[in-house]
């Protein structure tokens, strides 16, 4: 079993940024990809970022590419999502997830380990 913890959450203004942090425990999650993911009030959760299993590859959706970065250290077992130029349609609960696979998945199917998620809010 893995054990994921968000944290990083915030209230920002619009053009700020914030940089999430997720830290995985229970077995080590080295071999296996990480990704974002977030959901609006209202909307179904989407893809925001995945980072593969060795950190050398990475994947982001459209709507922030440009803008969020995702990386990882195996060493700390831990995910991050840097957001910068936040708009206040990045509002959402962000979650990360661990992949059933060490490559880039974008399909919430693909994620058999979730965290609970964190508010991140941006105002205008």
């Known amino acids: 079993q893995v054990q994921l913890v968000e944290s990083g959450g915030g209230l920002v203004q619009a053009g700020g940024s914030l940089r999430l942090s997720c830290a995985a425990s229970?077995?080590?999650?080295?071999?296996?990809?990480m990704g974002w993911f977030r959901q609006a009030p209202g909307k179904e959760r989407e893809f925001v970022a995945v980072v593969d299993w060795s950190g050398d590859f990475t994947r982001v959706s459209s709507s922030v590419k440009g803008r969020f970065t995702i990386s990882r250290d195996n060493a700390e077992n831990t995910v991050y999502l840097q957001m910068s130029s936040l708009e206040p349609e990045d509002t959402a609960v962000y979650y990360c997830a661990v992949a059933h696979s060490p490559g880039l998945i974008t399909e919430e199917y693909g994620y058999p380990y979730w965290g609970q998620g964190t508010q991140v809010t941006v105002s205008s």
């Open positions: 229970g077995r080590t999650v080295v071999t296996s990809g």
